[in-house]
């Protein structure tokens, strides 16, 4: 399985931006997906998980409410809609995929990752 991650881009705060990770192969109905951010100097670090069937999804406390994750099953797509953006969201967002949903968002050595893409958020 392979993943391609876009939509990033240079934004103002409180402007909104969506997030695709296209995915290839037949087995993305049968994965958990996650999105994850690593800002400059940091750690990579969870944002958005969502199960095989969409539901149930989890965020990270500081995203919750204002970001939502989606997947497209039909088109092997997930989504991460962020709302309401700030100066703090700047990083590179990845997309990756599990196997069981219990695997996304410790990050587990059984993700597939995608490449990166750069968000960020002027103030």
């Known amino acids: 399985v392979q993943l391609q991650a876009s939509g990033g881009g240079l934004v103002q705060a409180g402007d909104s931006l969506r997030l695709s990770c296209a995915v290839s192969?037949?087995?993305?109905?049968?994965?958990?997906m996650g999105w994850f951010r690593q800002a400059p100097g940091k750690e990579r670090k969870f944002v958005a998980a969502?199960?095989?069937?969409?539901?149930?999804?989890t965020y990270t406390d500081s995203v919750r409410g204002r970001f939502t994750i989606s997947r497209d099953n039909a088109n092997n797509t997930v989504y991460l809609q962020m709302n309401s953006l700030k100066p703090e969201d700047t990083a590179v967002y990845y997309c990756?995929?599990?196997?069981?949903?219990?695997?996304?968002?410790?990050?587990?050595?059984?993700?597939?990752w995608g490449q990166g893409t750069q968000v960020t958020v002027s103030s």
């Open positions: 990756g995929a599990a196997p069981e949903w219990r695997l996304v968002k410790v990050q587990s050595k059984d993700l597939t």
């Open positions: 969502i199960s095989e069937t969409g539901a149930p999804t």
């Open positions: 192969g037949s087995t993305f109905s049968r994965r958990s």
